[in-house]
């Protein structure tokens, strides 16, 4: 077991040793609530509830969802002052003030199909079904920085703005997980083989774009180098001389990009949980090992470009009683019209080469300390990485059981810069069936604005055959 946690700890130090802003997929909060069975999703030898069999059905297993950045809304918009108290307001100083010289905002979205657990003596065999679907924008702060100052503080020089990554993709799991308790009352070990099948997919290799003003003024070179990949059920149109024009999805059949089984990955867990002493739980965990290799639909770009911008003559555009005169708009039309023709991609430019997408990988690092029967209290570590993006969240749990049918959690975490985090998880048991909702900062739910992240999970389980815990229960088990 030292082994095995060990070698979690080191990958974690590895990959994530950079501390980061902002990391909230998947609750924290739920990790250690008592009588819950979702805990396997972060760690699949970690149940924390006993029952013999545990069923999810569409519709009624719930779902997750999660919003988070590294700065609040109220830094870019918020309400006025004086004259403007009844107004919103953008504040592009402010919102530059808040960003980091890399930021990224996450949203991750998970509809659980079906699952079915169930625990024949010492093992515990699992299968889920689950609609996935992640997405990532990344930009730099030198962007905002121009944005906000222009490049008058630039003249004769080669601005860069930075690169900007938009990474999305949709797909479908299904996982099958299996856990042992190796050593009785000391170790369980977990794991879970995932089958992946993505549906979208929309990846930015790269995305760069500079600014050059020359020395005078006089004119501003505007360049651009991006590498796309698309796999979607979708044509892309072209003009008679071969330069793109749009998209057109009028032909997608929901049935078939449902049933589409030709973008093929696999991703694996792991997962441990030891028993230090009768009261102190470890626990460790590598969720997300995998990527899904897109072959299906498939328009890639690789594209560069540059326009020189000499600015717009407005000579003519003073006198409307002139002969020549020009309504200034259409100057301004005509001038957009040439910055658009100018980047605008070549059918030779597209492609259709096979990418893959990696998948976000967490690792977990936890214990909790057993102060009574039905109370223990947790720490727990989460490390994420997608990309160049990897972020560390630190969450204090507090965890009751009462009357074995309702089920608290309240939680602090420490999420990056931000440590007003509090989450709050509730699970009730009505006979078979097991009601839970729980999210990691309900500070989010009386002003939005203000929050860096907010996520919540709720569903509907149905337990059979639960087994309350004696003095020789597993240790994976807490009800």
Known sequence: MKNLLTIIILIGGLMFGKPSNVSAQESTTL???KGLSQSELMNPALHNDSSKVVIGLPGLSGMYFDINSGFPINSLIHKGTGQLADSLVLDIDKFHNSLSTTNSIQQNLSIPLFYLGIRIKKSFFSLGISEKEVAQFTFAKSLVTFIKDGNAPYMGQNFDLGDLDLDAFHYREFAFGYSNELIKNKLTIGGKAKLLYGKFALQTGRMNLKVETAADGSYLNLSSDMQINL???ITVEYDVDGYYTGINGDNVDPKDYMLQKGNMGMAFDLGAV???TPKITLSGSIIDIGK???KE????L?????YKWDGIDFSKSIDEAQADYVDPSDLVDDEMKKIENSFKPKKSQFGSEAFDVSIPMKIYIGGTYEVSKNINVGILDRMYKYG?????????SANTLIGNFLSLTGSYSIIGDAATNLGLGMAIRMGYMQFYMVGDNVLAIADPSKVEFANLRFGLNFLFGRQHKTKTAEPSEIQ
């Open 31 to 33: 990790q250690f609530m």
């Open 231 to 233: 796999s979607a059920p």
């Open 274 to 276: 030891y028993k230090l």
């Open 292 to 294: 899904i290799s897109f």
């Open 297 to 300: 639909d498939i328009n890639s």
């Open 302 to 306: 690789n594209h560069l470009s540059t």
């Open 388 to 396: 160049n993006v990897s972020k560390n969240t630190l969450t204090f």
